[in-house]
């Protein structure tokens, strides 16, 4: 939601699918997930610079490497630093910090472990086994929030003032809560 009122037209974008898709329907249901390629973008973009764990599980190097001209020796714990390379300019272009979910149009790259430069859930053997529920559990709730509410920003405040801040620990969330006004606009009880 931070980053869709940081982006005003990626919000109106998502909302616009969502109404168009399921024109007036009472509620978003999980099949209603299916028709919504945008939403999805945005959920792969929102993972891809605030990945809920920007450090994956420790890892044991089982046999001697060289990773990036560094020699690893057998036995090394490795930390992966997926908050980083989520952010690498030679993988993400010049524009590697502005949220932009059209990155991901045409489906070359996703979050199921195969593509390195993008890793949210991890990759290979030991990749998050709830990807499937992690996915059903953020795209469901915001598609809801998206098609029932238009957002505003409290107090007159503009999404240039909005604080991103970040607050990193074993998981990363926002340092500061995020408050918004909704506004009705597609009643969930007609």
């Not at 929102?46 to 599980?57: A, C, D, I, S």
């Not at 390379?85 to 472990?113: L, Q, T």
């Not at 509410?149 to 990363?172: C, I, K, N, R, Y």
Request: negative net charge; proline residues 7%; contains cysteine.
């Amino acid at each position: 939601m931070s980053e869709l009122v940081k982006n005003p037209r990626v919000m109106k974008k998502a909302q616009a699918e969502l109404r168009d898709n399921l024109r007036e329907k009472p509620a978003v249901t999980e099949d209603d997930l299916c028709d919504l390629k945008y939403l999805k973008l945005v959920v792969m973009e929102t993972l891809r610079l605030h990945p809920v764990v920007p450090l994956l599980l420790p890892r044991e190097c089982l046999q001697p490497c060289k990773v990036m001209g560094y020699d690893i020796a057998r036995g090394t714990t490795v930390l992966v630093n997926v908050w980083s390379i989520n952010r690498d300019p030679r993988h993400w272009g010049d524009d590697a910090e502005e949220f932009m979910p059209e990155r991901f149009e045409g489906g070359a790259v996703n979050f199921k472990g195969m593509d390195f430069e993008f890793i949210p859930f991890g990759a290979g053997r030991r990749m998050c086994p709830g990807v499937a529920f992690a996915e059903a559990s953020m795209e469901l709730p915001l598609a809801a929030l998206l098609y029932h509410f238009d957002w505003e920003l409290p107090h007159g405040m503009t999404a240039s003032e909005l604080d991103m801040a970040e607050e990193v620990g074993l998981t990363s969330r926002r340092k500061n809560d995020l408050h918004l006004h909704p506004i009705l606009r597609v009643n969930p009880t007609a």
